[in-house]
């Protein structure tokens, strides 16, 4: 059944509103169960056509009827379709969300094998202490639990005859994922994406999608299959550029918000090979103070933990230790448990009871009682003739020993006995499915084994029923209503598959699992690159390996999760080394090395050390190949390094390069990005005039459709927002401030309708500065404050980091110096701690005109000495006019003042502000100047330096800086 607003749909059944029937004509319902299940998708008319008439030739006008039936049906416009969408020439489609819905309760849903029937014993006291977590949960007490034990010990049973008896007491919220074993790092937050996805997957599920997309849009943002395509294509919009911290931040507020109407479960299975990242939730979650009705279920194989330094095992025992989860540790049956056990299992026959007694202690001393040894060493029994079964009861032929349960030492012993009882297609169905996963993917297995889905099917149906190493499950990923699916029973019978393959046999098996799912997968096939790496890999295919490693990468740098990037990474160019060298292999290891740059710049700043490493050696291999457009890309990550780092005589030199290599290519895209590189060096050096003619072309040469994909690649902010914010303060300085004002709010405006967060905080940030540089506190204070908001939800340290600058600079403004100055003299701290030394100079100066106005004329000093020297040798020379200006006034509050020297500072930041054409900071040093002269009696020489430059800077009358050289002149006539 699939469901849709007020609407459910079943083939059979057809269509209802609630409750009540609505009627539509077969070939009417036919057309839109096809249309519905492919929502999203355009569906032509051919394919209308073919699978909803087939062998049957009909007009247009057939199908025209059907579509205006369905939309009077529900109701449904065709200029603003809610439904069915008509796209002209190309055919129709289906633009509501769409859910399935089975009619099982919302546990059995989210959760697809709980088995109430299942033998269970000796385990009531670990059952009640989750009872006991449960309560305690539905309290608003958030709870982890951890159900640890070796492989076969029953965790896995324990939980699902936990959920099954809650369940049985009335409906429940819970959801389950499973943890897979990829022989390297998996997906980032693969567990728990699809933990969610089944969440919204159940009848009531669009309860929890509304919830989601309102408290965690960049999770959403990871599962395409949940929402409309262009719904999904707006959500990653606003995803881009996201944090770790807001990843984390917004699952744990969605799941919290979830709760407010009824507790949930959140089953968490094979936790020992989880992804980093998903251990950073569960840690993130667990030590959150507010209260959640939330229950939290971890299993865990300890053998897979001990021993080593697992991340896992120090979760476990950093929470332990803060009291922040409970560990419940599951042992082996003793013989009374094994004593009943066997008897659920194997039911005796009358009198038997005391042999089966008897039985229990060998049992358990031979196989420590572990519950599913106690199964294979009975079963073993059983195919010696040692234990009968008649009419489904069970006896004991004789007296049993020790020597008689003589089996295999192990439980993998024990396994690979009863797999050699397997008819040979059942062997080799259950081996190809190995390769495949825990979970059996069936249309893959058919695929690689080249037989019938139905007859592969059949083969599992029958095993599943006789429950030999799988069973069935109610909701396999993607499937319909009523659909059956299969798992094995235990991670040990899949594993004891996959061992008795042979080596060459198993590089082949891969190598074919990895085509069929690929073929399978279809455009989504990147959201299972790091399965496929596995693969491909396994199968030795490593150029194909190599390829989903990246992006791999690239799907968990869109989740912020940049360890498990670095990691894809990191194997890709180790694999890659196996490669022959050949010009592709470099020019993909190339790619591969400025992906890493662009990671270590997203951690470790602009100014990453090890990311100018990266971009060098991509640089070295894309030259020697003479490919120039790759070329650009790690020149460009060079260029933000050196410019993050504030090395601008080096940023120049390759912003010349840039331009070259962009006006030979001659590819818009590229010379936007060369502009934007050089609109940039050219304002932080001082020059101005440069600075508008490299934006005037990247205004023009800008196309959103094209462009604002790439934002990514190029500094992780929009190239026009960008322009827009550079122009502002470049004009400013001019004495063009009208127009900087109405620059600076595009910037801001054109970053809100991207949706793009790092955009829309760098866009405040300037707009914060120019208000800094146009002394207006009011601006800056409220811009730099919806800056640091954006900054602290998004963890962008450097954007908060100058946004409280400008704050700090707002407040002492307005008379609060104290808390003003700890604000900057942070920021900068900073700022500092992640190697950034752009605008240092700009933020050194707020800090000592900060101190200046605080009376701190010692420290004021000696910070703007500071700024000067690094304004000097970083060559970022925009705001050297004002800290020499600022120089000259703090020489002046001097009682050991010599006169020339602060003339000279003024007279130095003329020059200077001349030379840029600052006419802003022109009247500024001018005022300062006058105020000297006025003082020392030289009335005619300040009347004519501020006459003339009441001339030049007419354009900045309505400034505060104008109208203090107005309020000068009469005191000197």
Not at 124 to 153: D, K
Not at 355 to 380: C, E, I, W, Y
Not at 579 to 607: C, N, S, Y
Not at 855 to 863: I, L, N, P, R, Y
Request: hydrophobic share 45%.
């Amino acid at each position: 059944m699939l469901c849709f607003g007020e609407y459910q749909l079943d083939p059979a059944q057809g269509l209802k509103r609630g409750d009540h029937d609505v009627r539509i004509t077969p070939k009417s319902l036919s057309l839109l169960c096809l249309l519905a299940q492919r929502a999203g998708q355009v569906v032509t008319k051919e394919e209308i056509f073919r699978l909803v008439w087939p062998d049957t030739a009909v007009s247009d006008s057939a199908l025209t009827s059907c579509i205006q039936e369905l939309r009077g049906a529900l109701g449904d416009e065709i200029k603003k379709p809610r439904y069915i969408e008509t796209l002209h020439r190309r055919g129709y489609r289906f633009v509501a969300h769409t859910l399935s819905a089975l009619a099982q309760s919302p546990a059995v849903l989210a959760i697809p094998f709980l088995r109430p029937d299942i033998p269970f014993v000796g385990r009531e006291g670990l059952l009640q202490e989750m009872v006991n977590a449960w309560t305690a949960a539905n309290q608003g007490r958030r709870q982890v639990l951890f159900i640890t034990g070796e492989a076969g010990v029953g965790k896995t049973t324990t939980v699902s005859v936990f959920l099954a008896r809650l369940a049985a007491l009335g409906p429940i919220q819970a959801t389950w994922a499973q943890c897979v074993q990829h022989f390297g790092v998996g997906e980032a937050y693969e567990p728990l994406l699809e933990a969610i996805t089944r969440l919204c997957r159940q009848a009531s599920g669009e309860r929890f999608l509304s919830i989601i997309e309102r408290h965690a849009p960049t999770w959403l943002a990871q599962v395409p299959g949940l929402m409309t395509p262009r719904r999904f294509a707006e959500l990653q919009r606003g995803a881009a550029g996201t944090t770790k911290e807001r990843m984390l931040r917004e699952l744990t507020g969605a799941l919290e918000a979830i709760t407010v109407d009824a507790p949930l479960i959140l089953w968490l299975e094979d936790l020992q090979w989880s992804d980093v990242s998903t251990l950073d939730w569960i840690s993130a979650f667990a030590a959150r103070p507010e209260p959640a009705r939330l229950l939290l279920i971890g299993t865990v194989r300890s053998s897979e933990i001990t021993g080593i330094h697992h991340r896992l095992a120090s979760l476990i025992d950093n929470l332990l230790l803060k009291g922040l989860c409970r560990e419940l540790v599951l042992h082996g049956l003793d013989e009374t448990a094994i004593v009943e056990y066997l008897k659920l299992r194997f039911p005796c026959r009358d009198g038997e009871a005391e042999s089966f007694a008897r039985l229990a202690p060998l049992m358990q001393k031979h196989t420590a009682g572990n519950p599913l040894f106690v199964m294979h060493v009975f079963s073993d029994l059983v195919e010696r003739g040692l234990a009968v079964e008649v009419n489904g009861s069970w006896s004991v032929s004789g007296p049993i020993t020790a020597q008689d349960l003589g089996i295999p030492e192990s439980v993998r012993r024990a396994i690979n006995g009863e797999i050699d009882q397997l008819s040979a297609a059942e062997r080799t169905l259950l081996e190809v499915a190995s390769v495949v996963g825990m979970n059996i993917a069936l249309p893959i297995v058919a695929a690689v084994m080249e037989t019938p889905v139905r007859e592969a099917e059949a083969t599992l149906s029958s095993l599943a029923y006789r429950q030999r190493f799988v069973g069935s499950t109610h909701m396999p990923e993607g499937a319909g209503s009523g659909a059956l699916g299969f798992k094995f029973l235990h991670v040990l019978y899949r594993d004891a598959f996959y061992q008795r393959i042979a080596p060459e046999r198993l590089e082949e098996l891969h190598q074919h699992v990895g085509d069929c799912k690929e073929s399978v997968h279809g455009d989504s096939v990147q959201l299972i690159a790091a399965e496929l790496a596995m693969h491909f890999e396994l199968g030795r295919k490593i150029d194909r390996a190599v390829l989903y490693l990246q992006q791999a990468a690239q799907n968990a740098r869109s989740r912020s999760a940049f360890v498990e990037a670095r990691i894809h990474l990191d194997k890709a160019l180790l694999l890659i080394q196996q490669v022959p060298m050949t010009r592709d292999r470099k020019e993909h290891e190339a790619i591969l090395l400025i992906e890493v740059g662009a990671i270590f710049q997203a951690t470790h700043g602009w100014g990453a050390k090890q990311a100018e490493d990266s971009y060098s050696r991509a640089q070295t291999l894309l030259q020697d190949l003479g490919k120039e457009a790759g070329s650009f890309t790690a020149l460009w990550g060079l260029w933000l390094f050196y410019w993050g780092r504030g090395f601008l005589n080096n940023a120049q030199d390759l912003v010349e390069d840039l331009l070259e290599i962009a006006g030979r290519v001659g590819d818009p895209a590229t010379l936007v990005q060369a502009h934007h590189a050089a609109w940039a060096t050219a304002f932080s050096r001082g020059d101005l005039n440069a600075t508008l003619r490299h934006t005037d072309e990247g205004l023009e040469l800008y196309d959103e459709e094209r462009d604002s994909p790439l934002l990514a690649r190029f500094g992780n902010h929009d190239a026009k927002v960008c322009c827009h914010m550079f122009r502002a303060r470049a004009l400013a300085l001019l004495g063009r401030t009208e127009q900087a004002t109405q620059h600076s709010n595009n910037s801001i405006e054109f970053a809100r309708k991207l949706a793009h967060p790092f955009s829309h905080a760098l866009a405040l940030v300037f707009a914060s500065g120019l208000g800094q540089l146009l002394c207006d506190c009011v601006a800056t204070r409220n811009h730099a404050a919806a800056a640091v908001k954006i900054a602290r939800e998004q963890e962008f340290r450097l954007l908060l980091a100058w946004a409280s600058a400008f704050e700090g600079w707002a407040e002492a403004r307005e008379g609060d110096s104290k808390e003003g100055l700890q604000k900057i003299v942070n920021s900068i701290g900073s700022v500092r701690a992640i190697s950034c030394g752009q605008f240092q100079p700009h933020l050194l100066g707020l800090l000592a005109e900060t101190r200046l106005k605080a009376g701190q004329f010692h420290e004021a000093m000696s910070v703007l000495e500071e700024a000067l020297n690094l304004a000097v040798q970083s060559g970022e020379r925009f705001y050297e006019a004002e800290l020499l200006r600022l120089k000259g006034e703090l020489q002046l509050t001097s009682e050991q003042e010599m006169p020339c020297q602060t003339e000279r500072a003024f007279l130095d930041s003329l020059e200077v502000s001349n030379t840029q054409n600052a006419q802003l900071f022109t009247l500024r040093t001018v005022a300062s100047l006058g105020r000297l002269w006025l003082r020392d009696g030289r009335h005619q020489q300040a009347r004519e330096l501020i006459s003339r430059t009441m001339v030049d800077g007419e354009c900045l009358a309505h400034t505060a800086d104008y109208a203090e050289l107005v309020r000068l002149l009469p005191k000197l006539t």
